[in-house]
């Protein structure tokens, strides 16, 4: 008990230490972004208390040496099994990444893999998370850090059975990671103190639902109630953090105050530029989205949510910078609250004092057509090399069996026997079985969106509505 309480001071000195309370994703994932102590200075600048890191970068750790900001590192992905499966690479780990720049740089916490639970490909890692995260704590209490620092991995919300968070009090976890992942993870991080790291985009929610969800809820002016238990809500964002505290009471890590784990808003935020098969991604949304985002979170005393009200929620913007390197469709490079050469997106006091009413009035969002009212097709750019067609033709075939039935040899797409058309073929298939799924688009800028048909004799190409 006595341990328990002071770890919980711990937690509490962890993230009232900052004098700034709201923290930001730095992914580098760009070829044009300024030094590490340029972007240090500009975190600095714009009142930003805490950091996130992508892996566990040696010249940016050493540039926030001797600065109040607190750091999150990563294990990258590739660097989980080896970490899992071996002590002596875990310690190594910690001093190598962490030690070494302890205490000069405030490293806070560690994260093992970035999303691991949404890569199917990744799967064999997933029951490697725990073990990782005991290693490394193992490794902390080596070095006499285990006060200091927490352990846990970063999940997005597919982590929920169905990605479902509609009513909140009916989610839980997705069954393949249920009790393989879930459970010991929650019981790691409640023996710990430590918190559930969630990414959590009511951008991407609403964008994939945008006939049934209304914008308003995403941006904070919204009204739902869960007719499971009457809480009303406001916010898109705590309809899916309350989906994610449900699920943990579901495996029973809420019954009192000792076993109910703290949630992370790891990343969220607002894109501000898109593709013609996005909506909703303008500075005007990203604005209102980052600034009411920040008030609610740095509210004294916290607002929390519904089913968690009064707890402060620590959390992270996604992201410092617009990485021009992100793959995907065009929103992945347009999340920054910065551009690269350092000038700010649009205006967002950090510290959350500042009243909506005091900024400069905003640009209208741009009207959208609406909702279903729309039909894209994706096809192959006939410019692009025929490796890169091919590599797409074979990426797209592999992801659902349906994707290139028709273009087998007996079948209607078959001729003409080109790997341009088939490519087109498969892409298009492809993009309209998995675009809600994140799927877009683009095959290493081999393929492109059109609105004409690009149907032909009995070869017919399903429409993407939009
Ligand atoms: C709640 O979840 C169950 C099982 O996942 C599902 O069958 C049911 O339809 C859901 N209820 C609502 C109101 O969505
Ligand atoms: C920074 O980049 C943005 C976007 O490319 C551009 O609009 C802006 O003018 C640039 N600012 C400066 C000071 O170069
Ligand atoms: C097709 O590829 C060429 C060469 O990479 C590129 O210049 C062009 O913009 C692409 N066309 C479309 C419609 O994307
Ligand atoms: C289809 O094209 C491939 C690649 O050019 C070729 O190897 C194959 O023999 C062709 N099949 C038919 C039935 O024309
Ligand atoms: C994620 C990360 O940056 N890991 C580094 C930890 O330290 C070892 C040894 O210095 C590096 O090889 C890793 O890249």
């Known amino acids: 008990m006595a341990s328990l309480l002071v770890a919980a001071i711990f937690l509490c000195i962890s993230f009232a230490e900052a004098k700034y309370k709201i923290g930001v994703n730095y992914g580098q994932l760009a070829n044009n972004l300024p030094s590490p102590a340029h972007a240090v200075a500009l975190l600095q600048s714009m009142h930003i208390g805490h950091v996130k890191l992508y892996d566990a970068n040696p010249a940016i750790l050493q540039a926030l040496a001797g600065t109040q900001i607190t750091v999150a590192v990563m294990v990258t992905d590739a660097e989980v099994p080896a970490i899992a499966a071996s002590q002596k690479v ?8 962490v030690s070494a720049f302890f205490p000069a740089t405030r490293i806070r916490t560690i994260l093992v893999g970035n999303e691991l639970l949404s890569d199917i490909n990744q799967k064999q890692t997933w029951t490697q998370i725990v073990p990782a995260m005991q290693n490394l704590r193992q490794a902390l209490i080596k070095q006499k ?3 200091k620092i927490k352990i846990s991995t970063p999940l997005a919300m597919d982590m929920l059975e169905g990605s479902a968070f509609f009513p909140p009090s009916n989610a839980t976890f997705r069954e393949n990671v249920r009790e393989s992942v879930m459970r010991p993870l929650l019981k790691f991080l409640g023996k710990t103190r430590g918190a559930l790291f969630v990414d959590v985009y009511p951008y991407l929610a609403w964008e994939n639902d945008a006939g049934k969800i209304p914008l308003g809820l995403a941006l904070f002016e919204g009204e739902y109630e869960d007719g499971g238990n009457g809480l009303r809500y406001g916010s898109l964002l705590d309809v899916q953090l309350d989906a994610v505290a449900a699920a943990m009471a579901r495996l029973g890590f809420n019954k009192e105050e000792d076993d109910e784990v703290k949630v992370v808003v790891s990343e969220t935020g607002w894109p501000t530029a898109q593709g013609w098969d996005e909506r909703g991604a303008n500075i005007h949304n990203a604005a209102l989205y980052n600034r009411r985002l920040v008030q609610k979170m ?3 005393p916290p607002h929390g949510t519904p ?5 402060h929620i620590p959390t992270y913007i996604f992201a410092l910078f617009n990485e021009n390197e992100k793959p995907g469709p065009t929103t992945e490079r347009n999340w920054g609250l910065l551009y690269p050469n350092g000038t700010r997106v649009y205006d967002v006091d950090l510290t959350g004092q ?35 067609l091919e590599a797409g033709l074979e990426y797209a075939c592999a992801q659902d069996p349906s994707i290139c039935a028709p273009l087998q040899a007996d079948k209607p797409c078959f001729q003409p026997n080109t790997t341009l058309s088939h490519a087109s073929f498969a892409f298009n298939a492809y993009y309209v079985l998995f675009k809600a799924l994140g799927g877009s688009c683009v095959f290493g800028a081999s393929a492109h969106l059109t609105t004409t048909d690009p149907s032909y004799g ?4 399903s429409p993407l509505v939009f």
């Open 90 to 97: 875990a310690d190594l780990w910690v001093a190598h990444n």
């Open 145 to 147: 850090l285990r006060h």
């Open 298 to 300: 740095v509210a004294v």
């Open 307 to 311: 089913r968690r009200p009064g707890t």
């Open 458 to 461: 009995s070869c017919k190409y």
């Open 354 to 388: 500042m009243a909506e009413a005091a900024y400069p009035p905003l640009l209208p969002a741009p009207a959208e057509p609406p909702v279903g009212s729309q039909k894209f097709w994706c096809v192959a750019n006939s410019s692009a090399s025929s490796e890169s």
